[in-house]
């Protein structure tokens, strides 16, 4: 995968802290907040807030705390983790090098943050997904840790797991494309100034986004873009080790992740579960 897609995919794109306190701070407010009404919509919900459909290890998992303790926040609860003992030794702190992945919570993106059509509301989002939610099946996922150009991320492991979460994420988008508004022109503008190609760009006219369907790549991002390869074998290396503890990831419905207003960090608002009951397989994909 190329730096440019990396960067684009890598979270829509503290150094002390104090700046790590006070983020975790406003995001635990943010997530109580959400947490508070969440049958119908965030308390603190605005225009300017967007949704995004993301895929997260469920609640009570090695995973869901795996990946959570590294990034340092819970983004359903707020809750700030100390770095554990046994993380690999790095150039800089953990914290500096993970608070781009760090402000949008522990995921893998399947329909990226959106804002909403005038006058639908949140609440008509969790029906559509709810809905959608319904037809799918669960099952286990391979992941293997890798770089993304100077990310690093988790990545299906073989092409077969690698096609069955791009379904599922195309499926997804789908679902929900009546409630996505349309982006600005500005913010249009400064997504076809990246450097996409024919088909990126014609995604991104259509949907709103470049990394779609066929140009879709599912990942749950580790770090910010990092300068330092050692840093980035380093954390390859510990993820890998992490990764055949853990085994496959299970996936077992969506989750939806509120960015209340621009800048501030993702809350985990509402967990929606695939299937009816008993309609878990669990197979893992190959």
């Known amino acids: 995968m190329s730096a440019a897609r990396a960067n684009g995919q890598g979270e829509e794109a503290m150094s002390s802290a104090a700046a790590a306190a006070s983020t975790g701070e406003a995001a635990s407010s943010a997530a109580l907040a959400a947490k508070a009404s969440a049958n119908d919509a965030p308390s603190n919900w605005s225009a300017a807030s967007r949704i995004a459909i993301y895929y997260a290890p469920p609640r009570t998992s090695e995973w869901w705390d795996a990946g959570s303790a590294w990034l340092g926040r819970d983004a359903e609860s707020g809750a700030l983790h100390e770095p554990r003992a046994d993380f690999p030794p790095l150039s800089q702190t953990l914290a500096r090098l993970t608070n781009d992945p760090r402000r949008y919570g522990w995921h893998g993106t399947l329909v990226a943050p959106f804002r909403l059509v005038d006058g639908v509301q949140p609440r008509d989002v969790v029906d559509a ?8 099946t669960r099952f286990a996922l391979p992941v ?7 990310f690093v991320a988790l990545r299906p492991a073989g092409e077969e ?24 022109a500005a913010d249009l503008e400064r997504r076809l100034a990246a450097p996409l190609t024919e088909r990126q760009r014609a995604l991104l006219v259509e949907w709103g986004y470049p990394y779609v369907f066929d140009e879709f790549r599912f990942h749950m991002t580790l770090s910010n873009s990092l300068e330092d390869a050692q840093d980035r074998a380093a954390i390859v290396q510990w993820w890998h080790a992490r990764t055949q503890q853990l085994g496959p990831l299970p996936v077992e419905g969506i989750a939806l992740f509120v960015e209340p207003a621009p800048g501030e960090p993702f809350v985990l608002w509402q967990r929606i579960a695939f299937g009816a009951i008993g309609a878990s397989d669990n197979t893992e994909v190959k």
């Open 129 to 136: 997904a709810q809905r959608w939610a319904r037809t799918q």
């Open 144 to 150: 293997e840790a890798a770089t993304l150009g100077r």
């Open 161 to 184: 797991a690698d096609a069955r979460v791009r379904e599922v994420a195309s499926n997804a988008l789908r679902a929900c494309a009546a409630l996505r508004a349309t982006p600005s």
